[in-house]
């Protein structure tokens, strides 16, 4: 399986940027969502590697990456840090696969820098206003953040994580651990919640227009069991961007990576491979 435990650092704005970087071949980069952190590719990575030159990153505010207090953690100011990090490391154009509030970041980095992306894949992503959603809404009203930055707790975690999973039997000690790992600290809980407070849908809706106009390929493809982001996104998704593929499937959660990571690479490969 895939070593994550010891990134690269990119300064980026003056604040370090965690990424893992493996393989050979034309860039593919991997953007995580809310709640997970690069990790989340690890059963994905050993699958694209022989074939592409695999960037997984962690966001700002998650995984290894900074977690700086007073600063913008929004869907448009990630997108924009990833291209910068794309300069630092030498990349003019990625495969950009993308999760979650990462699906959000792709759409925003293919309309303000189309010439940056390659083509697109968006695994159980959000769109349109159809979030944030339940619990990550309760997480950006002051006074439960406040009570959340003192009990984000195991029994909290295992439970988001257990309904995102359609194959209950994942849900182990050491999955748990992994996602469990940033939270561990003040820092990380205040990242990740400093995350949740930013998220804001009308960077998308203000964007729908250029999203329609979309002409680079794109797949979405959807874990049918996901309970947080409904079938209707992707529906949305699949009817708003013309031309664009979607792959329905029936034994994926909302953690598809976790559920079913051969199956996951396959169609991604299979994607890639016809554009």
Not at 54 to 59: E, H
Not at 101 to 125: C, E, K, T, Y
Not at 256 to 263: N, T, W
Request: hydrophobic letters at 40%; charged letters at 25%; one cysteine or more.
């Amino acid at each position: 399986m895939f070593d994550f435990e010891n990134p690269q650092f990119q300064e980026i704005d003056g604040r370090r940027i965690a990424y893992h970087r493996v393989g050979s071949g034309e860039p593919l980069m991997l953007v995580h969502g809310i709640t997970t952190y690069s990790f989340i590719w690890r059963r994905i990575i050993p699958l694209l590697e022989p074939r592409y030159d695999v960037i997984a990153v962690d966001l700002l505010g998650c995984g290894d990456s900074d977690k700086p207090t007073g600063v913008d953690y929004s869907i448009k100011a990630q997108a924009d840090m990833l291209v910068k990090l794309m300069d630092a490391i030498g990349l003019d154009r990625v495969h950009l696969v993308t999760h979650d509030i990462g699906g959000g970041i792709g759409q925003i980095m293919v309309v303000d820098h189309p010439q940056r992306v390659s083509d697109l894949v968006l695994i159980n992503s959000v769109a349109h206003d159809f979030w944030p959603v339940q619990p990550i809404i309760s997480m950006r009203i002051p006074i439960l953040r406040q009570l959340a930055m003192a009990v984000l707790d195991l029994g909290i975690m295992k439970a988001l994580i257990r309904r995102g999973i359609y194959h209950k039997d994942r849900v182990d000690d050491e999955l748990l651990d992994l996602y469990m790992r940033p939270l561990r600290t003040r820092e990380g809980r205040a990242g990740f919640l400093l995350l949740a407070k930013c998220i804001d849908n009308r960077l998308l809706t203000s964007r729908e227009e250029k999203i329609r106009g979309l002409e680079l390929p794109v797949l979405i493809i959807r874990g049918d069991a996901d309970p947080y982001l409904g079938p209707e996104i992707s529906d949305f998704l699949h009817k708003m961007i013309r031309g664009s593929e979607i792959e329905v499937v029936p034994t994926g959660g909302h953690f598809i990576q976790e559920d079913e990571p051969e199956l996951l690479s396959e169609r991604i490969l299979r994607f890639l491979d016809s554009n």
